[in-house]
């Protein structure tokens, strides 16, 4: 399977401890994308790479969400000192390097914040 | 604010009947247009998009959809529905003047009875 894989699928932690997550896109993709969705609800932007560089942040993200994209492969979204509002599911996307390319998303990390 | 609305929450459709999903849209410029749909415990799939030239797109499993840009419209349609085809699907939307920004709606519950 070639599509875009994330891990882990699924994340129990205690309000207060940090958790990381972990997208391999798409080989070819350039652009990479993180999304929270929430029940009933389409998906919430919150950062895009275009290679390496993040270039933009959704001002809903608080400064406890972090992420990378080291070498323009895969890429990690810390959450630290988790609240019991961060449960979500936590979807990645890649594209090819273009405005008119659809994105193609990994099966999410439903994390849940006790 | 830029905005996409899917009118309804839930469609129930009989199984070998024609399905419509609504999708409206109020964003900036001349806009790309896509549709997903989400099985359970499945990440978002992409099924097809408009971006210029025919008004008619067609896309996976037999979907199509139509771009009606004086009522800012771009409904999901198929000529004979499934029971497989129930699922939840999204309309999303990328203003002209973003290069990565989708925009999404809430969401609908296509149901489709035997």
């Known amino acids: 399977d070639t599509g875009v894989s994330q891990d882990p699928r699924h994340k129990i932690t205690k309000r207060g401890q940090n958790v990381t997550f972990r997208c391999d896109p798409i080989?070819?993709?350039?652009?990479l994308y993180w999304y929270r969705q929430t029940l009933g609800q389409g998906p919430e932007f919150l950062t895009y790479?275009?290679?390496?560089?993040?270039?933009?942040k959704s001002r809903l993200l608080s400064d406890r969400f972090s992420a990378e994209r080291p070498k323009g492969s895969f890429s990690t979204l810390e959450i630290q000192r988790t609240e019991q509002g961060d449960s979500a599911m936590y979807l990645c996307?890649?594209?090819?390097?273009?405005?008119?390319?659809?994105?193609?998303f990994g099966p999410g990390t439903r994390l849940t914040v006790t | 604010a830029q905005s996409v609305a899917q009118p309804e929450d839930q469609v129930n459709v009989a199984e070998g009947n024609p399905l419509t999903v609504k999708c409206t849209y109020s964003?900036?410029?001349?806009?790309?247009l896509f549709w997903y749909v989400q099985y359970p415990n499945r990440g978002l799939q992409f099924l097809l998009k408009?971006?210029?030239?025919d008004n008619l797109v067609k896309g996976s499993y037999g979907f199509e959809a139509e771009f009606n840009k004086s009522q800012t419209s771009f409904h999901l349609k198929k000529p004979s529905a499934l029971v497989s085809d129930s699922a939840l699907y999204f309309c999303?939307?990328?203003?002209?003047?973003?290069?990565?920004?989708?925009?999404w709606g809430a969401g609908t519950k296509l149901i489709i009875k035997p």
């Open positions: 964003v900036s410029g001349n806009p790309y």
């Open positions: 080989s070819e993709h350039n652009r």
């Open positions: 996307a890649s594209s090819l390097d273009s405005r008119t390319y659809e994105q193609y």
């Open positions: 408009y971006i210029t030239g």
């Open positions: 999303a939307v990328r203003p002209g003047d973003s290069n990565y920004q989708l925009i």
């Open positions: 790479f275009q290679n390496e560089a993040q270039l933009e």
